[in-house]
């Protein structure tokens, strides 16, 4: 099942398209490259591609007859950057509760 997203954050939901990152994480790779590293067919992973290029999380370039996927470094420092605001709010609202509660 695929989802229609331009959403980071729904598109790693999927434990595949995770996986799918962290292959990616370490080199760029073809289809085929990262099929034979998963327990899913080669249509199946290009749809995972699918729906992570789409949220911006992944780009691809063409090589001969094939496409050559990477992690799209803007995609996933958006995700970052998006961590690392919930966090700071986190920690501010800890920090007031405690004084508060003092």
Request: glycine letters at 4%; hydrophobic letters at 40%; proline letters at 3%.
């Amino acid at each position: 099942m695929t989802y229609e997203t331009n959403d980071g954050w729904a598109a790693l939901a999927d434990q595949t398209r995770r996986s799918i990152v962290m292959l990616l994480a370490d080199s760029e790779m073809a289809v085929g490259q990262i099929a034979a590293q998963m327990p899913i067919s080669q249509p199946a992973v290009s749809q995972h591609l699918k729906v992570l290029k789409e949220a911006g999380l992944v780009s691809d370039r063409p090589q001969g007859t094939k496409r050559i996927y990477r992690l799209n470094e803007a995609g996933v420092a958006a995700l970052r950057d998006q961590l690392e605001t919930f966090w700071k709010r986190t920690m501010s609202s800890f920090e007031t509760t405690m004084k508060e509660d003092s």
